[in-house]
């Protein structure tokens, strides 16, 4: 019911900048949280950033003052600023979307992942 189109991940440099996108489409109501988690070869899956519907982020200690996340709530969009990427970036990144359908069904939905690969 909830689609969600994640890009921008590829290769980057240590120390180089990438952005993500992520777009929700279907029939939403509202959508609240949204967000991106990663997940690293071997390791669980972890929150980088969550922004809410009024705009207040939180993020990982990890990438605090390196990472920016934003959204457009008029497109149901989210993006992550990844600057001064580190090595220990390189993962899949997914992208997390909570909403309401209507007054009464809501949904958590997850991109399919993109993936980061960081490398000189």
């Known amino acids: 019911q909830v689609q969600l189109v994640e890009s921008g991940g590829g290769l980057v440099q240590p120390g180089g900048s990438l952005k993500l996108s992520c777009a929700a489409s279907?029939?939403?109501?509202?959508?609240?949280?949204m967000g991106w988690y990663r997940q690293a070869p071997g390791k669980q899956r972890e929150l980088v950033a969550v922004?809410?519907?009024?705009?207040?982020?939180e993020y990982a200690d990890s990438v605090k003052g390196r990472f920016t996340i934003s959204r457009d709530s008029a497109k149901n969009t989210v993006l992550l600023q990844m600057n001064s990427v580190q090595p220990e970036a390189a993962a899949v990144y997914f992208c997390s979307v909570k909403g309401q359908l209507t007054a009464d069904s809501v949904f958590a939905s997850w991109g399919q992942g993109t993936q980061v690969n960081v490398s000189s």
């Open positions: 922004v809410a519907s009024d705009e207040s982020a």
């Open positions: 279907g029939r939403i109501s509202v959508v609240d949280a």
